[in-house]
């Protein structure tokens, strides 16, 4: 890397995004030696760089979680330098150079476009890529190589709010921004445990929701099986059975029609499909869902009261939402409540789903998941084709969406996949059914894993290993979850020989033949080359750069040629105009489903699954800190004193928990804080760590019809003491 910044040399700290959460928090680094300052070091004593809260940075004001502010000791340690391979997966891993590492890609990609054509290639991304990572790889697969076997971690995460909101509004994006929180009059959180998984969003709204004056000014009600953290500071606390979110969202939106609390200037002037949708509410009765939600009718009634008199509502969600069967229809079902009332495009009110990781939102506008292209194209419209081929000078491009996640593990694992290639996640943790992952790749002839630090669990299940540039050793963009970008420049020098994704994939570009439409100069050319293919879209970041993103600081999308950097917070649809063909948005009518695997006889049990604070998705980094070890020591099953009884486990037991796919053990935490019949379990704890507990292997695939995004938040299970068959 050239011109980074060496230890006691910068004074000033540098300005990043922090690398964890979709929140995207804005970070100032500091050298590990500076003048006149100790030289700060790790719990090893080796010199990291420090971090605290960007109090410029317009989305986090300041504010840091400790993983954020703990991310500098966790760069240096455990990291691969060079390339790894192995023909066969009996054998160990023995280096070679990148000149080997490219040879043996060509000669794969080139043996099987011979024998199976492109849909025998696949690639696995993630929100851990910046947007030139993105940009590159959905170039090389869906451009050169003509395959749209592009899918990324996303498909786990956000996939579902994707769909939602395309079939509502006409378009992804979430429509709101973080301003909201501090001028919303009721906040409805659904699905989303934000104290700990977007930790400093959910600190703004508590502390707000601390200072009220009065209590009509904010109210805030938690829709969560589990007594948490965030559902601690509610007014309401919904603890609904698991897969009844959208019984109770049609249940809401009921009482509203009953209520005539609705906004009919909105609904005849911006919206379609409301006579269907007032149909199918008709049949939704308050006791009927309060039935089916195990919550009382006054509860339901109570939110329907509060969101008919608020000034601005403001709805948040994730995975609870997005990881179910009818994860696309509950995001539908959200947003038909801010048709209804025309809580949406104004200071306060929206749909707003929080994003998982710090680049899923950018990896949406690249055209980072199987069926999209860059500016949030779609694959199968024939003019969207048309105008990327022509940007790419490639074509052309499949006309059908490509291998989603879970279908590539199932193309693997039936032989029709001769290379698999994951870069910058780890698989073998966040997918659902681990033992049929493992299984799928040991067929598969040529498995790449391009990755920062050793000894993952999804190296461990490949032929070639390629040693990647993280956040901070390569310049690049990330987009939050209100569409704020920031560039998050390199500051210090990757090790060995680490290469950033986009350098990689724009090499095996070139060295298949495609010169000119891979030679570039650096990451800003690059993504110099994807903001000109957003012209005029939704996400119109055409007047960004990485030259004015520097000089300025992070802005907002839309951010088109000739914006004026530093305005205020922007919202989707303020004028009431949609992304549609009519410009209307759509009420959509979608029958619940309920859980894809209902608790039965044998598996009595719902089992779901979460995060905690101190820990990102499968550990890779947080893992290596003694301090967030200590937080977490272990994963803790949470069983209801009535199923603990049932069971016959006492609290601190160790458990034995069973489901269709598997098992593993886990501590027992008798707590009445969640509701008989659903027991959880946190995801993080792969086989790389102390006290393994693969608790995806338990989860079962199955998904949403629209998004594809499995069901990793609800699985039938047994419990039993260890040593008790």
């Known amino acids: ?55 410029h940075h317009p989305s986090s004001l300041g504010q840091v979680c400790i ?34 590492a490219f040879t043996i890609l060509l000669e794969r990609i080139h043996s099987t476009m011979a024998e199976k054509g492109p849909q025998a290639l696949a690639m696995y991304g993630s929100g851990q890529f910046h947007c030139e990572d993105y940009y590159v790889a959905q170039k090389l697969l869906k451009g050169a190589l003509g395959t749209n076997n592009f899918d990324a971690n996303s498909r786990l995460c956000m996939s579902s709010a994707v769909a939602g909101y395309t079939r509502s509004l006409g378009s992804d994006g979430p429509p709101c921004c973080y301003e909201d929180l501090d001028q919303c009059d009721l906040a409805l959180l659904i699905g989303a445990n934000m104290a700990d998984c977007h930790p400093v969003l959910f600190q703004r709204l508590a502390k707000r929701h601390r200072k009220r004056r009065r209590k009509r000014d904010l109210q805030i009600v938690v829709v969560d099986p589990r007594q948490t953290a965030t559902s601690s500071v509610a007014d309401l606390h919904l603890a609904i059975r698991p897969g009844t979110d959208l019984v109770l969202l049609h249940g809401i939106g009921h009482l509203l029609l009953r209520q005539t609390a609705l906004d009919f200037d909105f609904i005849e002037g911006c919206t379609d499909g409301f006579f269907a949708y007032a149909k199918l509410l008709q049949d939704w009765t308050p006791t009927r869902v309060a039935s089916v939600c195990g919550i009382s009718s006054s509860d339901l009634r109570l939110v329907a009261r509060l969101w008919a008199r608020s000034r601005a509502a403001l709805s948040l969600w994730s995975m609870g939402v997005n990881q179910s069967v009818e994860g696309t229809a509950t995001v539908s079902g959200i947003v038909n409540l801010h048709l209804l009332t025309g809580q949406i495009g104004r200071p306060g009110a929206g749909p707003f789903s929080l994003t998982g990781q710090p680049n899923a939102m950018g990896g949406r506008e690249v055209g980072g998941l199987a069926h999209l292209l860059p500016g949030y194209r779609h694959v199968r419209n024939p003019k969207h084709r048309a105008e990327v081929e022509a940007q790419w000078k ?3 491009i499949a006309a059908e969406p490509g291998l989603s996640a879970w279908e590539q593990i199932e193309a693997m694992d039936a032989g029709a996949l001769d290379l698999w290639w994951v870069a910058a996640t780890n698989p073998l943790v966040s997918m659902p059914k681990l033992e049929k992952v493992k299984a799928a790749m040991a067929r598969c002839p040529l498995v790449v894993v391009s990755e920062a630090y050793v000894n993952t669990e999804t190296s461990r299940w490949a032929h070639l290993v390629l040693p990647a540039a993280q956040w901070s050793e390569k310049d690049g963009v990330m987009v939050n979850s209100e569409r704020r970008v920031t560039l998050c420049p390199a500051f210090r020098g990757a090790p060995g020989e680490a290469r950033a994704d986009w350098q990689v994939f724009a090499e095996l570009g070139r060295r298949l033949g495609f010169v000119e439409q891979f030679s570039y100069g650096s990451a800003a050319e690059v993504y110099g080359e994807f903001v000109a293919l957003s012209v005029g879209r939704v996400c119109d970041t055409s007047g960004l750069s990485h030259e004015l993103l520097r000089r300025e600081g992070p802005q907002q999308w839309p951010f088109p040629a000739g914006a004026t950097p530093g305005r205020g917070s922007r919202r989707l649809y303020e004028n009431g105009n949609f992304p549609t063909p009519t410009g209307r948005a759509h009420f959509m009518v979608d029958q619940p489903r309920g859980l894809a695997e209902p608790p039965d006889r044998t598996f009595p049990l719902v089992l779901t699954s979460g995060r905690y604070l101190g820990h990102w998705h499968t550990m890779t980094r947080t893992g290596q800190l003694e301090r967030l070890r200590r937080m977490h020591p272990e994963p803790l099953l949470e069983v209801n004193p009535v199923d603990a009884a049932a069971a016959g486990l006492a609290d601190g037991a160790v458990a034995r928990i069973r489901s269709r796919r598997g098992q593993v053990t886990a501590r027992v935490s008798v707590r009445d804080q969640i509701r008989p019949g659903t027991v959880f379990l946190p995801m993080h704890w792969g086989t790389s760590q102390e006290g393994a507990c693969e608790v995806n292997g338990l989860m079962h695939a199955l998904g949403c019809p629209i998004s594809q995004q499995p069901e990793l938040k609800a699985a039938a299970v047994q419990l039993a003491p260890v040593g008790r068959v």
């Not at 050298?31 to 760089?49: I, L, S, Y």
């Open 1 to 55: 890397m050239k011109n980074l910044p060496r230890a006691g040399v910068m004074e000033s700290p540098l300005r990043s995004q922090c690398p964890y959460c979709g929140v995207g928090c804005g970070l100032e680094l500091l050298p590990p030696a500076a003048k006149g300052r100790a030289t700060m070091r790790g719990q090893d004593g080796t010199p990291v760089w420090g971090a605290r809260g960007d109090r």
């Open 67 to 100: 993983k954020g502010a703990t991310v500098g000791q966790t760069l240096s340690n455990g990291r691969l330098t060079r390339p790894l391979y192995r023909p066969r997966l009996d054998q160990p891993l023995q280096p070679v150079s990148w000149d080997t």
């Open 394 to 396: 490639l074509g052309p």
